[in-house]
T-cell receptor, first 113, second 113 residues
Framework: SQQGEEDPQALSIQEGENATMNCSYK?????LQWYRQNSGRGLVHLILIRSNEREKHSGRLRVTLDTSKKSSSLLITASRAADTASYFC?????????????FGTGTKLQVIP | DVKVTQSSRYLVKRTGEKVFLECVQD?????MFWYRQDPGLGLRLIYFSYDVKMKEKGDIPEGYSVSREKKERFSLILESASTNQTSMYLC????????????FGPGTRLLVL
């Protein structure tokens, strides 16, 4: 399996509900990032959590990181139809020089109005 | 805001044609990246560039080459397009080697017939 795997692959919820997506990875990391991709478009950076952090918030987004389990979760609270998109985690690792970034395969979220 | 632009949103080419995909960023970023995105496979790194005239192979460089003659511009070249190169191509830039956020262009959807 790949570094950075999200689950579920697809998620469908009603507007106003919370959406939780998970990401697992295999090797130690410097940070983990979440990106959003609207259909047919480029990725947009949402939030970054460093390896020495456990939780981070940004607006309706909450990210947790458990380095002992090598996993992260992204929670979107009070979802809106505009949150419909694919969400990718990306792990950054390496020391000095070039820090390699690896993207997961994504979770496709549908928020039904 | 960082802006990353790609020369085409959609391209249709024939097998054997030479294809150029252009990417331009306006924030004086050192690093630039080319990914391809295929369903179920997420984003896979083709090539990246640390700086002008510098290039490094990513995870799937076969069948591709790149050029970075100016800092703001990173070109992906398909020397002889094949049908298995039909994909979504995404360009990204990052401040430097240890920078964290990648900024993506809107993508080019390439169809090779």
């Amino acid at each position: 399996s790949q570094q950075g795997e999200e689950d579920p692959q697809a998620l469908s919820i009603q507007e106003g509900e919370n959406a939780t997506m998970n990401c697992s990875y295999k090797t130690s990391i410097n940070n983990l990032q979440w990106y959003r991709q609207n259909s047919g478009r480029g990725l947009v950076h949402l939030i970054l959590i460093r390896s020495n952090e456990r939780e981070k918030h940004s607006g309706r987004l909450r990210v947790t990181l458990d380095t002992s389990k090598k996993s992260s979760s992204l929670l979107i609270t009070a979802s809106r139809a505009a949150d419909t998109a694919s969400y990718f985690c990306a792990t950054q690792r390496g020391t000095g020089g070039y820090q390699k970034v690896t993207f997961g395969t994504g979770t496709k979220l549908q928020v039904i109005p | 805001d960082v802006k990353v632009t790609q020369s085409s949103r959609y391209l249709v080419k024939r097998t054997g044609e030479k294809v150029f995909l252009e990417c331009v960023q306006d924030m004086d970023h050192e690093n630039m990246f080319w990914y391809r995105q295929d369903p179920g496979l997420g984003l896979r790194l083709i090539y990246f560039s640390y700086d002008v005239k510098m290039k490094e192979k990513g995870d799937i460089p076969e069948g591709y080459s790149v050029s970075r003659e100016k800092k703001e511009r990173f070109s992906l070249i398909l020397e002889s397009a094949s049908t298995n190169q039909t994909s979504m191509y995404l360009c990204a830039s990052r401040r430097d080697r240890v920078g964290e956020t990648q900024y993506f262009g809107p993508g080019t959807r390439l169809l090779v017939l």
